[in-house]
């Protein structure tokens, strides 16, 4: 593909039910992030993927988020009993490497959550 | 202190002006820094990365590197409207996993 792309673009679901956030990363990129940005906020890391690996979960608000990541490719952040705080733009971005220009990542168009 | 540091602004500058935004960062084990620019509405895009000391140029782009005083800012000339947007300081220590940090933005405005 292209360029990283995110499933669904937006999600409007009511307070208590779960969600799934996809992201498919630049084919050939071995590391993968997830970012949470809230209105007219900076980006807020939440975890970090290398391979299928998450060296680093230190992001994720609360046991209410994982995600996972399989074949060192797609990856989904899923949210258990959602909360109207949750409500953001869910962003996933993708990286070839960890050396150098490598670690330029590129942003998906995001997945826009609204909990009711 | 926050590990990555930006004057929120809003920065107003007139149309063909320089526009100068500026990130501070804490850890002196950073490697590598980008500067990601997000309409509002949409996702970050790079417009440029730097890891030497010095300046590095694209264009009407120029980014500037201190390590020794912990400081890397972008500089835009020529000024456009189209310039209008939040633009995003990233800084990364490299080695063993990448720690990815991010600034929360500087808002430009270019007026035309």
């Known amino acids: 593909g292209a360029g990283v792309s995110q499933s669904p673009s937006n999600k409007v679901t009511e307070k208590g039910k779960d969600v799934e956030l996809r992201c498919d990363p630049i084919?050939?990129?071995?590391?993968l992030y997830w970012y949470r940005q809230s209105l007219g906020q900076g980006l807020e890391f939440l975890i970090y993927?290398?391979?299928?690996?998450?060296?680093?979960k230190s992001g994720l608000p609360s046991d209410r988020f994982s995600a996972e990541r399989t074949g060192g490719s797609v990856s989904t952040l899923t949210i258990q009993r959602t909360q109207q705080e949750d409500s953001a733009v869910y962003l996933c971005?993708?990286?070839?490497?960890?050396?150098?220009?490598?670690?330029?990542?590129?942003f998906g168009p995001g997945t826009r959550l609204l909990v009711l | 202190q926050k590990e990555v540091e930006q004057n929120s602004g809003p920065l107003s500058v007139p149309e063909g002006a320089i526009a100068s935004l500026n990130c501070t960062y804490s850890?002196?084990?950073?490697?590598?820094f980008f500067w990601y620019r997000q309409y509002s509405g949409k996702s970050p895009e790079l417009i440029m990365f730097?890891?030497?000391?010095g300046d590095k140029e694209d264009g009407r782009f120029t980014a500037q590197l201190n390590k020794a005083s912990q400081y890397v800012s972008l500089l835009i000339r020529d000024s456009q409207p189209s310039d209008s947007a939040t633009y995003l300081c990233?800084?990364?220590?490299?080695?063993?996993?990448?720690?990815?940090?991010f600034g929360t933005g500087t808002k430009l405005q270019v007026i035309p």
């Open positions: 850890d002196r084990g950073s490697q590598s």
């Open positions: 971005a993708s990286s070839l490497g960890p050396s150098g220009y490598q670690e330029t990542q590129y």
């Open positions: 730097i890891y030497s000391n």
């Open positions: 084919s050939g990129h071995t590391a």
């Open positions: 993927f290398q391979g299928n690996s998450a060296p680093d």
């Open positions: 990233a800084v990364i220590i490299s080695g063993g996993y990448q720690k990815v940090t």
